[in-house]
Nanobody
Framework: QVQLVESGGGLVQAGGSLRLSCAASGSIFSINGLGWYRQAPGKQREPVADMTSGGTTTYADHVKGRFTISRDNAKNTVYLQMNSLKPEDTAVYYC??????????????WGKGTQVTVSS
């Protein structure tokens, strides 16, 4: 079993910054993809950013130039630096990991989410 624990959410004014963290622990051989998704009230969960084990990053168009994803492979941790936040960034942010277990199976895990609220 693998656990993902997010932290770093909170309330910030428009134009401000937050840094989210997500630490993975448990039965991990390696982690392939690590990413962030978000879900605003009344909307579907959507991808925000992800990073492969090789360091390739992908960003949603609406966060490009404002958000930066990074990872510390030694700590099995992924970060999301969010700058120039807008009220429309308000959502619950979820961490996602594609984990290779010690038995070499690939499994998909989600964190419980952290609330980000941007006030205007």
């Amino acid at each position: 079993q693998v656990q993902l624990v997010e932290s770093g959410g909170g309330l910030v004014q428009a134009g401000g910054s937050l840094r989210l963290s997500c630490a993975a622990s448990g039965s991990i051989f390696s982690i392939n993809g690590l990413g962030w998704y978000r879900q605003a009230p009344g909307k579907q969960r959507e991808p925000v950013a992800d990073m492969t084990s090789g360091g390739t990053t992908t960003y949603a168009d609406h966060v490009k130039g404002r958000f930066t994803i990074s990872r510390d492979n030694a700590k099995n941790t992924v970060y999301l630096q969010m700058n120039s936040l807008k009220p429309e960034d308000t959502a619950v942010y979820y961490c996602n990991a594609v984990v290779v277990t010690p038995s070499l199976s690939w499994e998909d895990y989600w964190g419980k989410g952290t609330q980000v609220t941007v006030s205007s």
